[in-house]
Structures are given as C-alpha cells and as structure tokens.
C-alpha cells in the first residue's frame, strides 16, 4: 500500500454575533469596569446574566451591579496553557461566585502555583488593558486578601442598574480555529498517488460492477466496499456543462468559461472540471475531451477537445 | 417515556464496534464505519433493503470534513432512496430517535450508527466550540478542564479522593483486558496531571472507532435474535449550559432520565456508564443509586476507548451484547453530551426471563 497522504488543515473563522439585551448591558458593563448580574424571578442573581431564567425559562432583564471580588467555588490548575486560554503562564482554572451573586463565572486566576490556590479563597477581576465588550475585558482573577479594600466582600448587597452605557457594544466578533491533519483515506489516497502519474484511477463495486471516479472507497448504491482498481480515460464525453460569468478570488481564469461534467470513458460516474481549447459557447453535450496536464501539475489542469466526432446521446444519457 | 401497555417492545437485537484506535490515518470515515454496518446485518442475516429507518450520529468539527455525514452515507447503500435521519450527537440520541420511529409504527426495523475520527484534529480544543460562544468558548476552557473543575468540586466535597479515582482508572482497564475493541487495556500507570486533579489516567484515550446497532420491534426482534434486550425504557434530560449554574458534584438530569425510564422500579444487575473522566462515574453512581453489587463498566467503558459521538451508544451496545449473552438480565446504559455531563440519556434493557 503507498504511502498514506497527510496534510495540514486550518479551519478559521471570525464568527459574528449579536446580543441580546442582557448580554449587551453585561459586556459593556465589563468594558467599563462594572460587573452586571441578573435577578430571578424567585430572588437570586445570576453572574454572567443570561436573558431567560434557566429553571423557569422566564425572560429576564432586572440587572443589578455586583462586585468586582469574590470566591472561588472549585478549580483546577492549568499547568500547560493552550492556545486562547486566558493567561500564557500556568494557571488555575476557577468558577468563582462575585460578591452579591448567587452563581460562578468561569475565568482564570493567576496565582504561583498550585498550593497558592484553594476552594473558598477570595479574588478579584484584573482587568484587561484595552477592553473592547468582551468577556475576556477581564483578563483574569488574582488573590484579594481583602485588607484595606472597600470595594465588597460576601454580605455584599447587589444595586440596581439600568444596564445603559454610552456606545453600548452590540456584538462580538470571535474568532475560533481548529488545526487539523487532514488523510484522505485508502481510497483517496490511491486515486492522487495516480492522478500523479497522469493516471485516472477509479474502483469498481464488486456487487453492482459501476466504476466509480474518483472513488470514496465505497458503493453508495450497494453500500459495499470498492477494491478493484480500474484505469479510465483518458478521453472522455461531456454530459452537461455551466458557462461561468463570475470571476473567482485568486483565480486566474478568464470569465466566461465552461465548467463540465465529464465521463472518462470506462467510468460510471462523471467528474467535474474546466473545459478549454474552444470558446465557450461552442462547449455542447457530447463533445469529445481528454485532460491537459500543466507542467508538474498533480491533476488535469482542463479538459479539451480531441476533435473526435460527437458521442451520441444514447451513450451517455445514464450519466447525467 | 415507559411502560404504557399501547407502547410497542422495541429491542436491540444486534452490536457491533471497531477495534478503537489512536490514529486511522489509512481509513476515510466511510472505511472505518463499513465493517461495523456489515456486522449488524451479517448477525441478524438482514440486507440493507429489509432496513426501514437508518438514524447516524455524528460531529463534522471532529476531523474537520464538513458533511462527512454525507460521505458516511455511502457505506448504508441509500439507494433507492431510504428513510434516514441524522443527529449532530453521540449515537445513543439517534438510537433514541430511531426508538421513537419504531415507536409509531412506521417502522419495524431500524438501523443506528455513529463515528467519531479524533485523531485529526486536537478534540480537547475541538471540544470547546459546544460551549456559550459569548461568556465561556472565548476563553478556550479544553474538556480535560472543565471536568478537572468538576473532580475538584467533588474532592472538597468529600465524595472522592486522588487514590479512589485512581481506584475507578484501574478497574476499568483492568476490566477492558477482556474487551478486545478497547484502546486502552490492562495495566496502565495513573500518570501526571493533565489539569489538576486529573492525571492522564482518569482522562480517556482519544481516538477513533465507529459502532452501529440494529433495533426491531416485537416479532420480528424474536426472529432476528435469539434473546432481544428490550428497551424497557429510555429517557434523556439536560441541565442548564452555565457551569456555574450547575450543582456539579450531582446529576439530577441523570436522575430524572432514570426515573422517567424506570431504572428505579427494580435493581440493574449490570451499568454500562458513559463517564469519560473517572471522577464522573462517581457522580453517575451518586444519581443513579447503584450499589455495590451492581456490574459497572465490564467492557471498560470510556476510560478503555472512548470514540466522540460513538461512547454513548456504545454503552447501550454493550449493555444489549451481555443480554444477549445471557450474561445480564436487566442492565442500565448511560450516554452523556456536552462538559461535565451536562445532557444524560438512560435506557433500562431487559432479556426475556431464562
């Protein structure tokens, strides 16, 4: 068997979102240096405020200001930070309850080690230099002996707010990235270590006996496992095509041009690609192509014509 | 749901898993899932086409292959065109939909699958994606994390220590010796933390494996089964998304589920729990009032091959195959989703009395 083939792969994307109400009062809140809860309707403050009760599913919108100190209900030291995480140094992972609030936020605490950290230890916010309306506006928690301090502590008695801030934010921006190796599998693998030999290799389902390029390693019909390899090609029909007016990012392409399905002769299947050598409105169904390969190119660059008489209907029609 | 005498016996009537791997580089999804579709039908002797519901389970973020669901499909033979259906979670929630078809009498037979390839990308980071995208995924919490907050919680509780997770770690590899689809099996050292309290051996292998089951209803479970473990039961529940909302050194979503699935009317020989981090299976035998005498986790469970989106059907599979072993006479299969066992399903299965 080749080599199995790998490559990297990023996912990468800025997702957008919009707030509510309460998540909007709840950020701005903390890009000003204030920390908003939510009351139930039964009495207790939630922080972070969601917009619905979580037992009672109620809307909720009566925000209070709580402290910006609190304790730590659990946490778990984090001595290998990772990407995104909140500190790059060790840490220690905490749900804490801010004073005047009856439920835990999770952010980090900095702290020296684990020994330096405890359930039931008091913190506070540290907040972040430039903050934007973001949950990470708190950069982290750092142990608060509470000496001196007048800010709160655990009796401390939540205050109205009416959640207005000037330029309330709105929405967020997140990124998020996943990194991946990407394998393609047997199949796959098999049908690109071909492709670069200039070959089109496609299997053949052992119980329905279709040719199927580029293979997946699997009948979709008979749901069997495909083995057989089968050389097709390298000429081809046309069996229905697009004519493209909108230029690609990146693409170096002339606009209009032909994009086709093509049945290499022997497969069972049609694959897709670009069809050249002749002004696109001369492209039929039927017209006869070979593939053109670039100069080291791993897979045809386009398809064009060989000039062959057109392949009658009758031969293609059940690859549509 | 349970019990109402109008309500049709629905049985598992057949399992199969991979050999649960690190790494399947060599296989695409669809390669890796064949051979377990293959061995659902090859048990019961059913063709694709004898099929009435196909139900599947799984997460596209895993491997990074956007509708690779789709892909999957090709190992079903989904022509001509089939009745099928797909969850975006562990397969123990498609084996639930796949039950509640059954259920209306649209179908007698149904097939479930699920798959989870992890090894391509990092499922720790990966994991972070389910979380509240306002207050909590932007600050990247990995899973190993979130559950080591949950293990604290408990320590200082009281309701468990370092040397009785430890405990949970080994007996389970030491179970999955026998189990010859486990990733992780035998002796394995309790390592270094991976985040305090947890070490690499309450954490579970990554890796990737598929699974499927076959459900049949009444009759037609008795032909293709010698003994069917009936699904006396089933039921899931969820908690609230914020953690710390949550009370997490309980279950009451578990709780509940088993209630609603009658795990408490009589006692369970056999528990196959879906607790990927040990300290979770004492917080699962905490809700579910499981006594000592209850089998937990012969095949290993979670800590001996945990395949995303496959561990929790799984669990019912395993579950069902000692059933219809012969090996148990009514047992409890648990599945969990989300951080922390935050969404819990229970089934209660039953083989008919020998």
Redesign the interface.
Same mark, same amino acid.
């Given at each position: 068997m080749p080599e199995v083939l790998k490559a990297p792969l990023v996912l990468e994307f800025p997702f957008t979102r919009s707030l509510g109400p309460v998540q909007s009062a709840f950020l701005t809140g903390l890009r000003e240096r204030v920390v908003l809860g939510v009351k139930t309707g039964d009495g207790r403050t939630l922080v972070p405020p969601v917009e619905y009760d979580p037992v009672t599913a109620e809307e909720i919108r009566d925000l209070v200001e709580v402290a910006s100190t609190g304790t730590v209900t659990t946490w778990a030291w984090n001595h290998e930070p990772r990407r995104g995480q909140p500190l790059d140094a060790p840490f220690a992972w905490v749900l804490v309850r801010l004073d005047g609030a009856d439920t835990a936020l999770l952010h980090a605490l900095d702290a020296p080690g684990p020994d330096a950290v405890h359930t039931g230890m008091r913190v506070r916010v540290r907040w972040a230099e430039g903050r934007t309306g973001a949950i990470t506006d708190i950069a982290c928690f750092e142990p608060y002996e509470g000496a001196g301090e007048d800010e709160g502590d655990e009796e401390h008695q939540p205050t109205a707010h009416t959640g207005e801030f000037e330029d309330m934010v709105t929405g967020i921006v997140a990124p998020a990235r996943l990194d991946y190796v990407y394998s393609p599998g047997r199949a796959q693998t098999d049908y690109i270590h071909a492709l670069s030999e200039q070959r089109t290799v496609g299997e053949r389902c052992p119980s329905c006996r279709k040719v199927y390029v580029p293979p997946r390693g699997a009948c979709p019909t008979c749901g069997v496992a495909t083995a057989e390899h089968v050389e097709v090609g390298p000429r081809g029909t046309i069996t229905t095509f697009c004519i493209v007016n909108i230029k690609a990012k990146n693409l170096d392409i002339e606009v209009p041009y032909v994009y086709a399905h093509i049945a290499l002769d022997g497969a069972d299947l049609a694959l897709h690609g670009r069809i050249g050598g002749i002004p696109y409105d001369q492209v039929r169904m039927g017209l006869r192509v070979e593939a053109v390969w670039s100069e080291g190119g791993r897979y045809p660059d386009h398809y064009r014509p060989t000039g062959e008489p057109d392949a009658d209907y009758d031969v293609y029609k059940e690859l549509l | 749901m349970r019990g109402a005498a109008v309500m049709r016996e629905i049985a598992v009537v057949a399992f199969a898993q991979t050999d649960h791997r690190r790494t399947t580089?060599?296989?695409?999804?669809?390669?890796m899932l064949?051979p377990v579709?293959?061995g659902v039908l090859e048990q019961t002797g059913l063709k694709?086409a004898d099929i009435d519901f196909t139900c599947s389970g799984s997460s596209d973020?895993l491997?990074?292959?956007a509708f690779s669901f789709t892909?999957a $499909?090709?190992?079903?033979?989904?022509?001509p065109p089939i009745s099928e259906s797909h969850v975006e979670m562990d397969g123990a929630w498609a084996l639930y939909e796949a039950w509640t078809k059954l259920l209306t009498g649209d179908a007698d037979t149904a097939l479930v699958y699920s798959y989870g390839k992890s090894s391509?990308?990092?499922v720790?980071? @990966?994991l972070?994606?389910q979380l509240d995208? #306002?207050?909590?995924?932007? $600050?990247?919490?990995?899973s190993v994390?979130?559950a080591?907050?949950?293990?604290?919680?408990l320590i200082?509780a009281g309701d468990t220590d370092e040397p009785a997770l430890a405990a949970v770690a080994a007996r389970s590899r030491t179970d999955a010796s026998a189990n010859s689809h486990a990733q992780v099996r035998g002796s394995v050292p309790q390592g270094d #933390?991976v @985040?305090?309290?947890?070490r690499t051996g309450d954490c579970p292998p990554v890796g990737d494996g598929a699974a499927a089951v076959i459900l049949a209803a009444g009759d037609r479970a008795r032909e293709l089964c010698e003994r069917p473990a009936w699904i006396r039961g089933i039921d899931h529940r969820i908690e609230?998304?914020?953690?710390?909302?949550r009370e997490?050194t309980d279950s009451p979503s578990t709780r509940l589920a088993a209630e609603k699935a009658g795990a408490f009317e009589r006692p369970v020989d056999t528990a196959e729990l879906h607790a990927p981090f040990t300290a979770q299976e004492v917080v699962l035998r905490k809700a579910l009032r499981l006594g000592d005498d209850v089998r937990v986790n012969p095949s290993g469970g979670a800590l001996a091959a945990n395949p995303v989106m496959a561990a929790g059907l799984i669990r019912i599979g395993e579950a069902a195959a000692r059933i219809h072993r012969g090996e148990s006479d009514r047992a409890l299969a648990h599945a969990t989703s989300g951080p922390c066992l935050q969404q819990n399903l229970v089934a209660v299965l039953e083989g008919d009395p020998r």
């Open positions: - | 580089d060599e296989l695409s999804e669809v390669e064949m579709l293959h694709t973020y491997a990074g292959r892909l $499909l090709d190992g079903v033979g989904a022509w391509p990308g990092s720790r980071d @990966v972070t994606r995208p #306002y207050y909590v995924a932007p $600050l990247w919490p990995d994390a979130l080591a907050l949950q293990a604290q919680a200082d #933390y @985040v305090r309290p947890l609230a998304h914020g953690l710390g909302v997490l």
